[in-house]
């Protein structure tokens, strides 16, 4: 069920706000505990058992690592939540990859397991294992109220597309929140900029792309159209997402942390990744890259550090072998900007400029059904794929969707 869909809009968020206002404080977050579920099996019922456990295994182990007192059998019931859920996530997101990886190299035919893969997967196992590692570093206690960790994991506004909440970062809210007229007045405003941003900007550039692998009358300026749509709409349809996400959550209750701050106004690789999808990057570097050993220690591991975070953020997006080159196009970047200072000293238009290409060509590999496909897409950009500089079918669309790229522009920046 997506939020800009008319069941949605129509039907299950009107319902949902009156059976929540109606609902005593003591029951709102069972509520939304099974509203939520409902949300989360309309597309597939049968995946809701894998919610269910998922929900009940990191319950039982953050409760096991708050019970313990020795150190060993804290680590050993945080091992099983990190074990149990990382297998999950490997089988349901990456198995087939992986079958598909080995059978290219070993010229095998073992058969993909072509598993249905479960709405928001990558996002609430990153929210559960936060909260049992916060647990384990005592940085938050165990929750012993199942309805309301049930309803933390599930929690509807967040579960297709992020932000990632964190559990410290909503644990008060959860044993006691209060709407005020302000909050829902605002929370309304705000899901509304995001509905505006995906159904008027994200989706139109969505249909430019298709346009674009459709015809047959390509040329360079057509490529460059397309790299710049597809980055426009990915971030629109993004951060769209996430400005709805955090408008519910302020209409019930919860504040959520900001997923976006203009990302196309950065003037470096480093500074885009502070400013986009924010909530996952702050995932990885408290997670993964501190616990490493961050940048405090010697290059060697430190390189291999970087290497490690970035072809994983890669992963995380995505099942395939563009996805990981994605991640590592980012990570030698990020290495570059940090052995080649005058890459960051250079005139701000031009480092702008630079950014925005990288970060455009990131887009059309994050974008290809496979490798061939980004090499010739890229290709295409710079006059290597044997087409003309400009077209009249592409001189068509550049007059009919001048006024949203213009417009689109404009939007992701402060102005």
């Known amino acids: ?22 609902s005593p404080r003591k029951l709102r977050n069972l509520t939304l505990f099974l509203v939520s579920l409902f949300f989360y099996g309309w597309g597939e019922p049968k995946l809701l058992f894998l919610m269910i456990f998922t929900i009940a295994l990191f319950y039982g182990c953050g409760l096991a690592i708050g019970h313990c007192t020795q150190k060993k059998w804290k680590k050993l019931w945080l091992t099983v939540s990190v074990v149990i859920s990382v297998a999950l996530l490997g ?29 928001g997967i990558s996002f609430y196992t990153f929210q559960c294992l936060s909260y049992t590692i916060d647990v384990y570093r005592g ?4 929750q012993k109220d199942p309805i309301a960790f049930g309803a933390y994991v599930s929690l509807f506004p967040q579960l297709i597309a992020g932000p990632i909440v964190r559990y410290v970062d909503v644990a008060r809210e959860l044993e006691n929140r209060q709407t005020t007229g302000e909050d829902f007045a605002y929370g309304l405003r705000r899901f509304l900029v995001g509905l505006g941003k995906k159904i008027l900007i994200a989706n139109q550039f969505g249909e430019l792309t298709e346009i674009f692998r459709a015809s047959s009358e390509k040329s360079v300026l057509f490529f460059w159209m397309y790299a710049i ?23 019930f209750g919860f504040h959520f942390i900001e997923n976006f701050n203009y990302p196309y106004m950065s003037k470096s690789i480093a500074e885009f990744w502070r400013r986009w999808h924010m909530s996952l990057g702050t995932w990885f570097r408290d997670y993964v890259y501190i616990p490493l050993g961050g940048n405090r220690v010697s290059k060697g591991r430190w390189i291999f550090n970087t290497l490690v975070v970035w072809m994983l953020t890669g992963l995380w997006h995505g099942a395939a072998w563009n996805f990981v080159l994605w991640g590592l196009l980012y990570a030698a970047f990020l290495l570059l900007e940090k052995f080649i200072p005058a890459l960051t000293k250079m005139p701000t238009v031009l480092r702008r400029t630079y950014t925005l290409l990288i970060v455009a060509l990131g887009f059309v590999l994050f974008n290809a059904a ?3 496909q980004a090499i010739g897409d890229i290709g295409g950009m710079f006059g290597f794929a044997g087409v003309p500089l400009v077209t009249e079918q592409t001189l068509y669309y550049l007059r009919s969707y001048g006024a949203l ?5 404009i939007g992701a920046t402060p102005l």
């Open 91 to 119: 089988l349901f997101k990456y198995a087939d990859f992986f079958i598909d990886s080995f059978n290219a190299v070993t010229g095998l035919s073992v058969p993909l397991l072509k598993l249905a893969l479960p709405i």
């Open 229 to 251: 749509a597809f980055s426009l709409h990915i971030y629109f349809d993004f951060s769209g997402y996430s400005d709805m996400a955090i408008g519910l959550g302020k209409v």
């Open 139 to 142: 940085n938050a206690e165990a």
């Open 1 to 22: 069920m997506l939020f800009s869909s008319n069941v949605f809009l129509y039907f299950y968020i009107p319902i949902v706000l009156v059976l929540y206002y109606l």
């Open 405 to 409: 790229f213009i417009a689109a522009v």
């Open 370 to 372: 496979d490798l061939k």
